[in-house]
């Protein structure tokens, strides 16, 4: 059985930053293309970041935080990241993480085999 278990969030100020965990089981992890997507309240889920399983290369970004948020992974860890710089207010999120069992990092998150439950990011004025 899959299990993605993220952690990391929580309430930061304006300017600050938050590193998000995501470890993951039960799954090819270093062929798998993670990803993570966050959800702000009234609005649809929508995409952050992704980055390759060991077959392809590519780390697509969203351009809303293109230049302050890095993904990254250890698959000795099975573990994806999501380091976040110079928050602001409208980063507030539920952030999620996905695989998938392709190794191209996709953009879309109708194209995810597997989440977390998430974890909540709040950022202060």
């Known amino acids: 059985q899959v299990q993605l278990v993220e952690s990391g969030g929580g309430l930061v100020q304006a300017g600050g930053s938050l590193t998000l965990s995501c470890v993951a089981s039960?799954?090819?992890?270093?062929?798998?293309?993670m990803g993570w997507f966050r959800q702000a309240p009234g609005k649809e889920r929508a995409f952050v970041a992704a980055i390759t399983g060991i077959f392809t290369s590519g780390t697509p970004v969203a351009n809303s935080v293109r230049g302050r948020f890095t993904i990254s992974r250890d698959n000795a860890k099975n573990t994806v990241y999501l380091q976040m710089d110079k928050l602001t207010p409208e980063d507030t999120a539920v952030y999620y993480c996905a695989g998938r069992g392709e190794s191209w990092p996709s953009p879309d998150s109708s194209t995810y085999d597997y989440w977390g439950e998430g974890t909540q990011v709040t950022v202060s004025a």
């Open positions: 039960g799954m090819a992890f270093n062929r798998a293309a």
